[in-house]
């Protein structure tokens, strides 16, 4: 697959997880499981998509210090928002009915915020790691 492929592929691919993660914030809780299946099935294609992108590539080449660092980051930033849409799916079904208002808004935070970082971390771990083809 070509740069251009990755980076038009992984872009439709944010679209989406976008698009679908506001209309599962516009539509309200209890979440429809349509559209967070949708959405949570984006995510993970997404994720699936971009691991593989990172084996095909190290196989071309050893990863630099800076490569590692820019793809730790983006993984760190995935897990963080799966395991923040986890919990919040939790909550909206009742579940951490012992956590406090403070934790939950938290998790709600993580959320609203890590998405963008999840753009720009990706956006520099591609330029990183298929700058040179
Ligand atoms: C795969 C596991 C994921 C689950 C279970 C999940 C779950 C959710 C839930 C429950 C909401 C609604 C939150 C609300 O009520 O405001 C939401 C919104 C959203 N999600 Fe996810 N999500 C996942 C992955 C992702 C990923 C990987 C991204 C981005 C890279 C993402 C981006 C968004 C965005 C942009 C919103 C809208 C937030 C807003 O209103 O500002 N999600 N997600």
């Not at 590539?57 to 995935?78: D, E, G, N, Y």
Request: charged share 10%.
């Amino acid at each position: 697959m070509s740069f251009t492929t990755k980076i038009v592929s992984t872009g439709v691919f944010f679209l989406f997880i976008f698009l679908s993660g506001f209309w599962l914030s516009r539509t309200g809780k209890p979440y429809s499981g349509l559209i967070f299946n949708i959405h949570k099935l984006i995510g993970l294609a997404a994720g699936v998509f971009l691991i593989v992108t990172v084996v095909q590539v190290h196989k071309t080449m050893p990863f630099r210090p800076v490569q590692i660092a820019a793809l730790t980051t983006s993984m760190l930033i995935f897990v963080a928002l799966v395991a923040a849409g986890g919990l919040q799916s939790i909550e909206a079904t009742g579940g951490l009915a012992n956590a406090s208002q403070s934790v939950r808004n938290s998790i709600a935070l993580v959320h609203k915020v890590f998405p963008y970082l999840a753009v720009l971390s990706t956006a520099v771990t591609l330029y990183l790691l298929l700058g040179r083809e």
